[in-house]
């Protein structure tokens, strides 16, 4: 049985369709990374996939359960990680945790084991009766971390698990994240911004405007971009892209301030691209292709080009979603 | 579906935040104390001739309405504040039922609000009301219904606000207006038809009513210009009872539309 199963989904807000029938299974115990430039319906899917929206149209099951007729079903047997904070900051580590087993209404027995446990598995035990406030941004990302495994869900869903965090703690997370898999046989579904991160995933999808564009393991996926990529910065850009395309017939497509070539071999292709241009170029570089790549090439932009912003952006936009659907109902 | 645990963790989250937060018993006595004992002195002097009842002791079932009022709209609105720090979304996802989310939050309002009514109701020997035991425990009944039927009209239209920005404007075009047209400083039958239409659609009006037939003796029939109270018992626990399952059911009903 496939833990998760969505079959022509869609989703519209008043006029906008911000999840355009799109299609996908993921298998247990995968890892499934959810890619996608802001607005690109990453965040709708996953809150229809945990019950939080209604689709417009389309079939989706999590864990055999129809997320839109066993919507309390699908919660229980799920555990959510979110991109912007849950936790209750007034309340202690072991307050926040113990909502949330009366919440999933777990055993009276197994909760102080299970709360003392996750609190060991994410090294928070010796802070358990601290205030929240009082932790880092790390530390309560660790929280909810440990908050979303309690109930023993079948599928953790991570809603860019890492936004934010400086990368020593980014690497704890998903040591912790990989090591849980090894631990308990759990489905991770999750969305990131960071492509090097995505890498870690089994499966990745990725989607834009709306639609899913491909599909497949990291791999799979770098191998759409063909052979290698050479990185040029020079003076004149545009002039060094009219002479590579008069010289070697090669359409470079136009990165930040640098131009981006694909070729088979970059080996190869260097010494000739010298001898012809060599001093009109400032900097060169061979690259073997990473997801960056992939997404550049599918996408047409760098996934991370939004800016620090994008977070509060797609806040405020998901908020005039909600007004414009709250004046119709 | 009625999720005994989850109402339970829900209030019990509250009252612990509630006993957490020092200086809020000293807030609580603070507002009363101004409306017992410095309006309603300096409005005794003014107003004379409400028979056997003195304005002080007139004002002091609006003033427990009023401690009501502002209690639980106040502990609703908490609601805003979790929704815009996120912990919403933690009890939105639970597998709960809306019902037992809007009972869970209409509970522990109800309790902060009762808590307060209750420990004003120390005053009363100060403005010689003389009350019995059991009048204490009507009273302290007719303040948890009164309280539970608020929070229920103040988590309605919380589920609905989605910033605290618009709070003023709830004070301002909502609850100011619930308190002055609900009997608790003047009585209701001195006012102008169409203000006296206006109170007789406010709950609260009848909730203060109910203090005043529990505190205030029975003035014949309410006249003008009477002190006493205007309706029934009967009948005034019955308006605020409707009221509070209608609110009940509006307040699940919204909350079944948040993502």
Same mark, same amino acid.
């Given at each position: 049985?496939?833990?998760?199963?969505?079959?022509?989904?869609?989703?519209?807000?008043?006029?906008?369709?911000?999840?355009?029938?799109?299609?996908?299974?993921?298998?247990?115990?995968?890892?499934?990374?959810?890619?996608?430039?802001?607005?690109?319906?990453?965040?709708?899917?996953?809150?229809?996939?945990?019950?939080?929206?209604?689709?417009?149209?389309?079939?989706?099951?999590?864990?055999?359960?129809?997320?839109?007729?066993?919507?309390?079903?699908?919660r229980?047997?799920?555990?959510?990680?979110?991109?912007?904070?849950?936790?209750?900051?007034?309340?202690?580590?072991?307050?926040?945790?113990?909502?949330?087993?009366?919440?999933?209404?777990?055993?009276?027995?197994?909760?102080?084991?299970?709360?003392?446990?996750?609190?060991?598995?994410?090294?928070?035990?010796?802070?358990?009766?601290?205030?929240?406030?009082?932790?880092?941004?790390?530390?309560?990302?660790?929280?909810?971390?440990?908050?979303?495994?309690?109930?023993?869900?079948?599928?953790?869903?991570?809603?860019?698990?890492?936004?934010?965090?400086?990368?020593?703690?980014?690497?704890?997370?998903?040591?912790?994240?990989?090591?849980?898999?090894?631990?308990?046989?759990?489905?991770m579904?999750?969305?990131?911004?960071?492509?090097?991160?995505?890498?870690?995933c089994?499966?990745?999808?990725?989607?834009?405007?709306?639609?899913?564009?491909?599909?497949?393991?990291?791999?799979?996926?770098?191998?759409?971009?063909?052979?290698?990529?050479?990185?040029?910065?020079?003076?004149?850009l545009?002039?060094?892209?009219?002479?590579?395309?008069?010289?070697?017939?090669?359409?470079?497509?136009?990165?930040?301030g640098?131009?981006?070539?694909?070729?088979?071999?970059?080996?190869?292709?260097?010494?000739?691209?010298?001898?012809?241009?060599?001093?009109?170029?400032?900097?060169?570089?061979?690259?073997?292709?990473?997801?960056?790549?992939?997404?550049?090439?599918?996408?047409?932009r760098?996934?991370?080009?939004?800016?620090?912003?994008?977070?509060?952006?797609?806040?405020?936009?998901?908020?005039?979603?909600?007004?414009?659907?709250?004046?119709?109902? | 579906?009625?999720?005994?645990?989850?109402?339970?963790?829900?209030?019990?989250?509250?009252?612990?935040?509630?006993?957490?937060?020092r200086?809020?018993?000293?807030?609580?006595?603070?507002?009363?104390?101004?409306?017992?004992?410095?309006?309603?002195?300096?409005?005794?002097?003014?107003?004379?001739?409400?028979?056997?009842?003195?304005?002080?002791?007139?004002?002091?079932?609006?003033?427990?309405?009023m401690?009501?009022?502002?209690?639980?709209?106040?502990?609703?609105?908490?609601?805003?504040?979790?929704?815009?720090?996120?912990?919403l979304?933690?009890?939105?996802?639970?597998?709960?039922?809306?019902?037992?989310?809007?009972?869970?939050?209409?509970?522990?309002?109800?309790?902060?609000?009762?808590?307060?009514?209750?420990?004003?109701?120390?005053?009363?020997?100060?403005?010689?009301?003389h009350? %019995?035991? !059991?009048?204490?425990?009507?009273? $302290? =009944?007719?303040? &948890? #219904?009164?309280?539970?039927?608020?929070?229920?009209?103040? /988590?309605?239209?919380?589920a609905?606000?989605?910033?605290?920005?618009?709070?003023?404007?709830?004070?301002?075009?909502?609850?100011m207006?619930?308190f002055?047209?609900?009997?608790?400083?003047?009585?209701?039958?001195?006012?102008?038809?169409?203000?006296?239409?206006?109170?007789?659609?406010?709950?609260?009006?009848?909730?203060?009513?109910?203090f005043?037939?529990?505190?205030?003796?029975?003035?014949?029939?309410?006249?003008? %210009?009477? !002190?006493?109270?205007?309706?029934? $018992? =009967?009948?005034? &626990? #019955?308006?605020?009872?409707?009221?509070?399952?209608?609110? /009940?059911?509006?307040?699940?009903?919204?909350?079944?539309?948040?993502?």
């Amino acid at each position: 049985m496939a833990a998760i199963e969505v079959n022509g989904l869609v989703k519209d807000f008043g006029s906008l369709r911000a999840v355009d029938g799109i299609s996908f299974s993921v298998k247990e115990g995968e890892i499934f990374g959810f890619l996608g430039p802001n607005g690109a319906g990453k965040s709708t899917t996953i809150n229809v996939l945990c019950t939080l929206l209604r689709p417009t149209s389309g079939r989706v099951r999590v864990n055999g359960h129809d997320c839109m007729r066993e919507p309390e079903a699908v919660r229980s047997s799920i555990g959510l990680i979110f991109q912007d904070p849950t936790l209750d900051n007034e309340l202690t580590a072991w307050e926040n945790l113990k909502f949330h087993c009366y919440l999933y209404n777990m055993e009276r027995r197994e909760m102080r084991e299970r709360i003392g446990q996750m609190l060991e598995l994410v090294g928070l035990a010796d802070r358990s009766k601290e205030l929240v406030k009082r932790f880092s941004g790390g530390m309560k990302r660790r929280l909810e971390i440990a908050r979303g495994l309690l109930h023993h869900p079948q599928i953790l869903f991570l809603d860019e698990p890492t936004l934010g965090l400086d990368p020593q703690t980014r690497d704890t997370i998903w040591d912790f994240i990989r090591g849980l898999r090894s631990q308990e046989r759990i489905t991770m579904f999750m969305t990131t911004h960071y492509m090097d991160e995505a890498e870690n995933c089994d499966q990745i999808a990725i989607i834009d405007q709306g639609r899913l564009i491909a599909r497949g393991t990291p791999e799979k996926l770098k191998q759409m971009v063909k052979g290698d990529l050479i990185r040029l910065r020079g003076g004149d850009l545009d002039g060094l892209r009219r002479r590579i395309r008069a010289h070697f017939g090669l359409e470079a497509e136009a990165g930040k301030g640098e131009l981006i070539l694909e070729v088979e071999s970059g080996e190869e292709f260097m010494p000739r691209l010298l001898e012809r241009l060599g001093a009109e170029i400032g900097f060169v570089s061979v690259t073997k292709p990473s997801l960056n790549d992939v997404f550049l090439h599918l996408v047409g932009r760098q996934i991370r080009e939004e800016g620090a912003d994008s977070k509060e952006a797609k806040r405020q936009m998901a908020r005039a979603y909600q007004r414009v659907r709250w004046r119709r109902s | 579906m009625i999720e005994a645990r989850a109402i339970y963790v829900i209030t019990l989250r509250e009252l612990i935040k509630l006993g957490r937060q020092r200086g809020s018993l000293i807030n609580t006595f603070a507002r009363p104390i101004l409306w017992l004992f410095v309006v309603g002195t300096g409005l005794n002097q003014l107003v004379r001739g409400g028979g056997p009842i003195s304005y002080k002791q007139f004002i002091f079932p609006g003033v427990m309405g009023m401690v009501i009022l502002f209690s639980s709209i106040f502990s609703s609105i908490s609601i805003v504040w979790d929704r815009e720090f996120g912990f919403l979304r933690e009890i939105l996802v639970a597998p709960i039922s809306r019902l037992s989310i809007v009972i869970g939050k209409a509970i522990s309002g109800t309790i902060s609000s009762s808590l307060q009514a209750g420990v004003i109701m120390i005053f009363l020997p100060l403005l010689g009301i003389h009350v %019995g035991i !059991l009048q204490l425990l009507g009273l $302290l =009944g007719l303040a &948890i #219904l009164l309280s539970f039927a608020l929070t229920s009209l103040g /988590i309605l239209i919380a589920a609905h606000l989605e910033t605290f920005g618009v709070f003023n404007v709830i004070m301002n075009l909502l609850v100011m207006p619930l308190f002055f047209l609900s009997g608790a400083i003047y009585p209701v039958n001195l006012l102008p038809p169409w203000l006296r239409f206006l109170s007789r659609c406010n709950p609260l009006t009848y909730g203060i009513d109910a203090f005043k037939n529990v505190l205030l003796p029975r003035v014949g029939i309410a006249g003008h %210009g009477s !002190l006493g109270a205007e309706f029934p $018992l =009967g009948f005034d &626990i #019955l308006i605020v009872g409707l009221f509070c399952i209608v609110m /009940i059911t509006l307040a699940v009903a919204s909350f079944r539309k948040i993502q």
